[in-house]
């Protein structure tokens, strides 16, 4: 199976802290993979450093076989980021921010048609500082979406949003892996990893400790079973 996305053993450091300790998955062309693993295991960091965000203190990045943090413009643009901060500008509205970012693509989606499909034309009048933390969820995905990215990273996505909200992530997840899309999910929730996987990534400490199909990772047993005993505390 060619990866569309491969970490290799990488190591990062802020200070004291070991935010990835020779981490090492992949992520597989047009399948959905999602990223498990507790609070400061290390996914947000990873994913910063597949999107040329961060670097590496140590390790390899590949992203449709390109460094992320050389990559060019035309790299960076068949790539599409969602990241948990959000990023958004305060003080404009939501379609002004979307049509805005269309036109940084050469064939972007339409526009009216993505913020339909996401709800945003709901609060296209409010502006973003006075959005609601689900609302800004569904404004960065939508943005995310634009430029029609063959890789499409999605961190924590379904978040704070209501169940309407997270089956709608979950249906434009799914489609856009439909479409060939390759798409990485950090998650804390077993529901969104069990709905969504093709490939499963566990994380804890900065390292992989469980990684492939689903039904390997699992072998039987629930998802949360294996979960707990790989990242129990001290499993460290
Ligand atoms: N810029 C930074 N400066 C200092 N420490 C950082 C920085 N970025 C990340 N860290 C630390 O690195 C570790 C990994 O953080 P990271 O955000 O990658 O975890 P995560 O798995 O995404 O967590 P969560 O599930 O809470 O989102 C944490 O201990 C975090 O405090």
Redesign the pocket.
Known sequence: MTSAVTLSDLHRT??Q?E?LGGLTWSAPVGRITAVL??????????IECAVGLGRPDRGTVRVLGTDPWQASADHRARVGVML?AGGLPNGTKPLRLLHHLSRLYADPLDVDTVARRLGVTGFASTTVRRLSGGQKQRLALAASLLGRPEVLFL??PAAGLDPHGRLDVWDLVTEQRDAGTTVVV?T?SFEEAERLADHLVI?NA?RTVAEGTPDSVTGGRSLEDVYFSLTRKGAA
């Open positions: 802020f200070g802290v935010a693993g507790p609070n400061g295991a290390g996914k947000t960091t990873a948990q961190d924590e950090t804390h994380m900065g």
